[in-house]
């Protein structure tokens, strides 16, 4: 008889089994990485950016780590917004370190790759991806709050990276996010992240 741990579930050698369909219960890969506490996140706002300029966010990758960056989101206050990644770029300063958590709090694991705000970069390197968060029309909620005057303005909430990508080592990485929206708007930026271990 298996031991149950909670309604409708057991134990068993090879796993979780449903006591109804005696089948086996699976998580997804990034449910499992975060129990394994490989998974981690950050997320940084930029206040008040000026209308033209640019931030920048810098992804510094020592060398033997292979983080994959699973998700990025991008939470404007309004567009016209361009998004830039560069690769290889060159730092004379690292700017502000960011704190990317570990997502599984029990973890004590913490990210090999560091993350800044604001460095100062000498050679953008590369530019290997591109993307766009379009115009909002005027006064309208981007967030569903409706047009029309008074409407409240909730943002626009962008995902330009829905898949994965793997960062080379001993590589810099920024992302870069120009406002374009003909005034200062705030621009929040979200990571999601894992990191496997040589043997797992």
Excluded: C
């Excluded at 031991?3 to 089994?17: D, E, K, N, Q, V």
């Excluded at 997804?28 to 950050?42: I, R, V």
């Excluded at 780590?65 to 699973?70: F, G």
């Amino acid at each position: 008889m298996p031991t149950y741990t909670w309604p409708g579930l057991g134990r068993h050698p090879s796993g979780t089994i449903d006591r109804l369909t005696g089948a086996q219960v699976t998580i997804s890969e990034e449910h499992w990485l975060t129990h394994k506490g490989l998974t981690f996140a950050m997320s940084h706002r930029f206040a008040a950016v000026a209308n033209a300029a640019s931030v920048n966010l810098l992804l510094k990758n020592p060398a033997g780590n292979y983080p994959h960056l699973h998700k990025i989101d991008v939470i404007v206050e309004d567009g016209d917004v361009d998004m830039f990644g560069f690769e290889g770029v060159v730092v004379s300063a690292d700017g502000t370190p960011l704190v990317a958590g570990n997502t599984n709090r029990a973890s004590s694991n913490t990210p090999t790759l560091e993350i800044f705000h604001t460095p100062t970069i000498t050679d953008d390197g590369t530019q290997i991806w591109q993307d766009w968060a379009p115009p909002t029309a005027a006064g309208a909620g981007g967030g569903g709050g409706g047009g029309g005057a008074g409407a409240r303005h909730e943002g626009i909430i962008y995902s330009p990276v829905g898949d994965e990508w793997i960062l080379a080592p001993d590589t810099n990485y920024v992302l870069r996010h120009t406002n374009n929206s003909g005034g200062a708007i705030d621009i929040l930026v979200r990571i999601m992240f894992y990191e496997l271990p040589a043997s797992l």
